[in-house]
């Protein structure tokens, strides 16, 4: 099973930008979709982008469209996840999440999880 490990998070104000990295243990993911989840306190787990293995077929959770950009970088086996504008319903604990599946993540489709890496949004 392939590690994953997020960084980047911290402390932003409102409105300001933040990007959080997910890098990968094995180059083998670069076959697989990947993308980001994250879960406020109290509240489920939920979808916030995903990208097909090849860069393609960016998606993105409704209330970050526009905002969050979604990329990767498969030679160094690395996934991002750009947030600009943020706001404080923004604050959560972000996960990153590798796919089963070459196009496609849900979180039925996850083969590994992240650790997970806090955003606080807070002025």
């Known amino acids: 099973q392939v590690q994953l490990v997020e960084s980047g998070g911290g402390l932003v104000r409102p409105g300001g930008s933040l990007r959080l990295s997910c890098t990968a243990s094995r180059r083998t993911v670069s076959n697989n979709a990947m993308g980001w989840f994250r879960q406020a306190p109290g509240k489920e787990r939920e979808f916030v982008a995903s990208?097909?293995?090849?860069?393609?077929?960016?998606r993105y959770a409704n209330s970050v469209t526009g905002r969050f950009t979604i990329s990767r970088d498969n030679t160094k086996s690395t996934l991002f996840l750009q947030m600009n504008s943020v706001e404080p319903a923004d604050t959560a604990v972000y996960y990153c999440?590798?796919?089963?599946?070459?196009?496609?993540?849900?979180?039925?489709?996850?083969?590994?999880w992240g650790q997970g890496t806090q955003v606080t949004v807070s002025s």
């Open positions: 999440a590798a796919s089963r599946h070459a196009m496609a993540l849900a979180t039925e489709t996850v083969a590994s």
């Open positions: 990208i097909g293995w090849n860069g393609s077929n960016a």
